[in-house]
Antibody, heavy 119, light 109 residues
């Protein structure tokens, strides 16, 4: 079964750090681009970061310089290192696989892990 | 950055009705447009990719069309299990970045 499972969420104080993990199974992880997408409670979806099969990384301005996406193909794992966290980073974080279409459609998603930034 | 304007933000329709959602890009995005369904407490699910291609296993009552800046998502005959929020998402590849529309919450009348 093709599956993504996130972990590592929790409560962290403003200015703190957290590392999210995403374990992939059921497919050749190294062959796929991957994304992190987040969703604050009651809000829409927001793209957080992307990593290509070659390890190239991309971020929106809202997290650039604070978040770092990485992958470890030997462990079928995706990571998101989040530093200098703010209240506005509070959300459910999903990892997602990019499918075969040309427009970056994400065809496999994890169940999400919740990050709460609060004092 | 490319902005995506999705409308309406919510709608209420009867079972069997035809439902249409639109998404407008702030600039030409060719067919780099996807549609997702998200049910409460669940992860999004890809329904349509590359503007008009139905993802494997998705019922044929779902369809998408459009190119350039104007896109449409249609449910031909609304079913009770279609109650969800639907999002469009564009892909910009230079450099790679994604933008989601604001979402459309679909309810049964």
């Amino acid at each position: 079964e093709v599956q993504l499972v996130e972990s590592g969420g929790g409560l962290v104080q403003p200015g703190g750090s957290l590392r999210l993990s995403c374990a992939a199974s059921g497919f050749t992880f190294s062959s796929y681009d991957m994304h992190w997408v987040r969703q604050a409670t009651g809000k829409g979806l927001e793209w957080v970061s992307a990593i290509g099969t070659a390890g190239d990384t991309y971020y929106p301005g809202s997290v650039k310089g604070r978040f770092t996406i990485s992958r470890e193909n030997a462990k079928n794992s995706l990571y998101l290192q989040m530093n200098s966290l703010r209240a506005g980073d509070t959300a459910v974080y999903y990892c997602a696989r990019v499918g075969d279409g040309g427009s970056g459609g994400m065809d496999v998603w994890g169940q999400g892990t919740t990050v709460t930034v609060s004092s | 950055d490319i902005q995506m304007t999705q409308s309406p933000s919510s709608l209420s329709a009867s079972v069997g009705d035809r439902v249409t959602i639109t998404c407008q890009a702030s600039q030409d995005i060719s067919n780099y447009l996807n549609w997702y369904q998200q049910k409460p407490g669940k992860a999004p699910k890809l329904l349509i990719y590359d503007a008009s291609n139905l993802e494997t296993g998705v019922p044929s009552r779902f369809s998408g069309s459009g190119s350039g800046t104007d896109f449409t998502f249609t449910i031909s005959s609304l079913q009770p299990e279609d109650i969800a929020t639907y999002y469009c998402q564009q892909y910009d590849n230079l450099p790679p970045r994604l933008t989601f529309g604001g979402g459309t919450k679909v309810e049964i009348k």
